[in-house]
């Protein structure tokens, strides 16, 4: 889900900004819904109680992913995320502490032998497997091997993510790259059975972070943004609202599951068999 918060303003009061929050679902960078159907989640709220301590107001819009990189970079936008720090975005966008972090997976269905398991992606350059990727997905540092020639012959990008799930689901596609709390989700909203699908590769994860324009000179609150993440850190606001939205505790510092064990209770995000 991209976020945006165009005029923050040095203003005390809240009359200095609004926020531009992106409907489509499918563009988060993590799962944020709390019930099918909800506009609540975790990247909504947590920006909101932000930009509160901030003292800035929000007001939301819509908006495809494209133009809102757009945005962002002329300066009509102020802020956008969470997302991945990269070298591209970094050149004009600046980077604010981390506000979350999920682990990928390369999840395969449950009949596919284990023989056939690959021992990294670069492996399925050479392998019969079909695997569903979100077409609006990266993954950090396995963003360059997802667009080796090889490797894209095994994949399929679907624009979805619930028909990424679905098609999985219904033996489509023999597996797919997601993360663990988007295949929470899957299940809860009945878009895949649990244990129809096995985790059997754990990709590198990279935290993600709000991005804030430099042409619009919003780059200059992230300290500002900063402290009332660390605020909420400190009186355990963040830990309650990560709680609230994931289905697992969040580490004592730092917005992520605090241990692999606790981060997937559904059948379908188990630990993969032994080989």
Not at 6 to 30: S, W
Not at 169 to 187: H, M, Q, T
Not at 236 to 248: D, I, M, Q, S, V
Request: aromatic share 6%; proline share 11%.
């Amino acid at each position: 889900m991209l976020l945006f918060l165009p005029g923050l303003l040095p203003a005390a009061g809240p009359a200095g900004g609004a926020c531009v929050l992106r409907a489509d679902a499918e563009h988060r960078a993590l799962a944020p819904e709390s019930e099918p159907g909800t506009p609540r989640g975790y990247d909504r709220e947590l920006l909101q109680a932000i930009a509160m301590r901030m003292g800035c107001a929000l007001q939301r819009i819509e908006m495809t992913p494209a133009r809102a990189m757009e945005e962002l970079r002329a300066g009509r936008l102020d802020v956008a995320g969470p997302m991945l720090r990269t070298p591209e975005r970094e050149a004009f966008a600046a980077f604010g502490r981390p506000v979350g972090q999920a682990r990928y997976w390369l999840y395969l269905r449950a009949d596919v032998p284990a023989s056939r398991y690959p021992a990294g992606l670069a492996a399925l350059a050479d392998s019969p497997l079909r695997i569903a990727v979100l077409g609006s997905a990266r993954f950090g540092a396995y963003a360059r091997l997802l667009a080796d020639p090889g490797v894209q012959r095994r994949l399929h990008f679907i624009p979805n993510r619930e028909a990424m799930w679905r098609m999985a689901g219904a033996g489509r596609v023999d597996g797919l790259i997601a993360d663990e709390f988007s295949a929470a989700l899957a299940i809860r909203k009945g878009l895949v059975e649990a244990g129809a699908l096995t985790p059997v590769l754990e990709l590198p994860s990279e935290p993600v972070h709000f991005a804030f324009s430099r042409a619009s000179g919003a780059s200059a609150r992230i300290p500002a943004a900063d402290a009332a993440i660390g605020a909420m850190l400190a009186d355990g606001t963040l830990k309650a609202l990560w709680e609230r939205h994931f289905p697992c505790p969040m580490a004592p510092d730092f917005p992520r599951c605090a241990a692999p064990e606790a981060a997937a209770p559904e059948e379908a995000l188990r630990p993969p068999p032994p080989r």
